[in-house]
């Protein structure tokens, strides 16, 4: 989610991200598991080292793994296998407040039941578990898996607040991408609670199934800050590329409730059942979020991942959060993210973030340090050229002291509705 509300920039210089050829530890490990092939492996990650592990099911493809220069893994089910597990379990009838996803570093199919799960339907789906095998383990979680709605800067219609994720176009017309549950087809989204400022219609959405959509800018192209994610205070993050997520990696997630939160993706193709449908194929993560979340930015130094989709937990206790992924979301609608513009000093985005675990978990930052606009950074400025004694006469210092409390005034007004909003919107979502 950039400025303007998300708001994109109509700069010639903007640049469409694609993906680049493997340079990685996390791509390295993606390249061998589709070499080998998925009978013979069940998954890669990145260790807390930044050396890539890849899952084999025998020695053989152990050594082919090790003299390609990555760490090998025996385990005991293969990628088909899991994938047989998850194929069973999803035909099974759906049970709002649970979900599953592969789990590569322990080989194993993890069933998650929320706190609204029944002990009754949790032992039915128990029931299927032991039917599948040792390749599937149950675990119950605290707190109600939800979708999350609002986000890192707030877009708003008579459906509720959610959250601008990313600038995107087809090259004719910009349009922020975010969570499908944001809100269907027709949706008019409004960068003000008045509804003074509209922003666009959605155009396009995916949900349940998928979790993701498309609003069009009402003006065809938007504002300045086309490639920045802001993460509060008037700062932002420059994104650079796109990428899958890998397991191992640490990520980041924006969102106008809980601020910028940091954690670790866990798992890969995560299916949760809410309780307004089924979505699959999410990125599971340690990330905390909290009602409002919803649609804002999953990245990694400065890398584009996904959109915030729902989870459980806060940001006090802690949590589970699951993210669209943003590759699938793009291609599926033929849209491109808007980067910054490539520079001699900046070599193209690798095609994942988790290549910079290379040198440890602890070199992994949002990325690089960028303004956020439409913010009220703008009056300090005007402030103090305004009581600068060397520009302005003695009368002016009256004048500027004046508009500098009615800029202090508007502002506590608008925390004041924006705590409102979130106290509102919390307390609707559970």
């Not at 109509?10 to 340079?23: G, K, V, W």
């Not at 029931?127 to 707030?154: C, D, L, Y």
Request: hydrophobic content about 40%; glycine content about 12%; aromatic content about 6%.
């Amino acid at each position: 989610m950039v400025t303007q509300a998300a708001m994109a920039s109509d700069t010639p210089a903007r640049d469409a991200a694609t993906l680049s050829a493997p340079q990685t530890p996390a791509d390295k490990g993606s390249a061998l598991v589709a070499k080998l092939g998925s009978a013979r492996t069940a998954g890669s990650w990145v260790d807390s080292g930044g050396r890539t592990v890849v899952a084999v099911t025998d020695k053989a493809t152990a050594a082919e793994v090790t003299k390609a220069g990555a760490e090998a893994k025996v385990v005991p089910y293969s990628m088909n296998q899991l994938k047989s597990a998850a194929t069973t379990l999803s035909s099974a009838p759906k049970i709002a407040g649970t979900a599953w996803a592969m789990d590569y570093r322990n080989n194993k199919v993890l069933v998650e039941g929320d706190s609204s799960v029944s002990a009754t339907s949790w032992a039915a789906m128990t029931k299927v578990a032991k039917s599948i095998g040792a390749s599937v383990e149950m675990q119950r979680t605290q707190g109600k898996f939800t979708t999350r709605i609002n986000g890192a800067q707030p877009i708003l219609s008579t459906g509720g607040r959610c959250s601008a994720g990313y600038n995107v176009t087809n090259g004719q017309t910009d349009f922020i991408l975010t969570a499908g549950h944001c809100g269907p087809v027709g949706s008019i989204w409004f960068a003000d609670n008045q509804g003074d400022q509209q922003l666009g219609k959605t155009v396009s959405d995916n949900f349940p199934g998928s979790d993701f959509s498309l609003v069009q800018y009402a003006s065809g192209s938007a504002g300045e800050g086309a490639d920045v994610v802001a993460i509060g205070n008037g700062s932002g993050v420059t994104i650079t590329g796109l990428a899958d997520a890998a397991v191992g990696e640490k990520v980041f997630r924006s969102g106008s409730t809980s601020g910028l939160h940091d954690g670790e993706v866990t798992a890969l193709d995560a299916t949760v059942n809410y309780p307004e449908g089924t979505v699959t194929g999410l990125v599971q993560t340690t990330v905390c979020a909290e009602p409002g979340d919803s649609g804002g930015p999953l990245f990694s130094n400065g890398i584009a991942l996904g959109v915030t989709s729902g989870g459980s937990g806060d940001c006090t206790a802690g949590g589970t959060t699951f993210f669209q992924p943003l590759t699938k979301a793009l291609a599926a609608l033929n849209v491109k993210l808007l980067v910054a513009p490539k520079t001699a000093a900046s070599p193209a985005p690798s095609a994942s973030a988790a290549g910079s675990a290379a040198a440890g978990t602890g070199s992994v930052t949002p990325g690089t340090s960028a303004p956020a606009t439409n913010t009220t950074a703008g009056t300090t400025t005007l402030a103090s050229r305004l009581t600068d004694p060397k520009n302005v006469g003695p009368g002016l210092l009256v004048i500027a002291g004046s508009l500098i409390a009615l800029v202090a005034t508007r502002w506590i007004r608008a925390e004041q509705d924006r705590k409102a909003f979130q106290r509102h919107y919390s307390a609707m979502w559970g």
